[in-house]
């Protein structure tokens, strides 16, 4: 049976938003934020990093979201619900795996930055907070622009890339970011109005 080792608040609650909405069995093993909002040490022992999601899965160790979400896929998504369009689908499926990625590179390093910059004490640095603020509008903007009026990312329905956006789209609102995004809010709302998601809360506790 897959092992998650979940850290509270954050993004490997998606983890376990995407294996309910395969509903496959897992067991968790739950870890606390220290009060510095780190990891505790014992997550070494899962993986060197110390950081989660990470997955067990036999003898199979992963610690990156997107991989994870991928494996999970590849090998247990028997009615291939969030697979990528197949290869034939050549610019659907390259803008598929564009956004699977997206949301662990270029979205989170702005939204990273902002949390750092909440925590630092006055006078904020002045570079990073600018950078930090344009950032955001873009990557936030961006979202939101191709998101336009469709209910997922991609389309009518919740597909893979869905988890991360979903994550980068709450990690915003909980910086108070979102308020000039409803279309990113209402995407938010409809993701984790979702019964998998509900599940997913109850059992890891956020
Ligand atoms: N790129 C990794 C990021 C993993 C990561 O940084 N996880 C955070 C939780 S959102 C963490 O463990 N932070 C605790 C720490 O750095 O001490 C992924 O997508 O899984």
Do not use: C
Request: net charge negative; no cysteine; proline share 7%.
């Amino acid at each position: 049976m897959i092992l998650v080792h979940h850290l509270q608040i954050g993004r490997p609650l998606f983890t376990v938003f995407l294996l309910e909405e395969l509903g496959l069995d897992y067991e968790l093993k739950l870890y606390t934020r220290n009060e510095l909002g780190r990891a505790p040490a014992e997550l070494k022992e899962a993986h060197p990093l110390g950081k989660s999601p990470v997955i067990e899965d036999g003898d199979i160790t992963l610690a990156e979201s997107g991989a994870i979400a991928w494996h999970l896929v590849e090998h247990y998504d028997v009615e291939g619900r969030f697979s990528p369009p197949p290869l034939s689908q050549k610019a659907a499926r390259a803008e598929w795996f564009q956004w699977l990625h997206y949301t662990e590179a270029s979205a989170f390093a702005p939204l990273l930055l902002k949390l750092l910059l909440m925590r630092e004490a006055e006078p904020k640095p002045q570079l990073i907070s600018m950078f930090a603020a344009g950032e955001v509008a873009l990557q936030l903007g961006y979202i939101q622009d191709f998101l336009g009026d469709k209910a997922y990312i991609l389309g009518a329905d919740l597909q893979l890339p869905d988890f991360g956006v979903a994550y980068i789209t709450q990690m915003a609102d909980r910086l108070g970011e979102l308020g000039p995004y409803p279309k990113l809010k209402a995407y938010l709302d409809r993701a984790t109005a979702r019964p998998a998601y509900a599940r997913a809360l109850k059992k890891t506790g956020g």
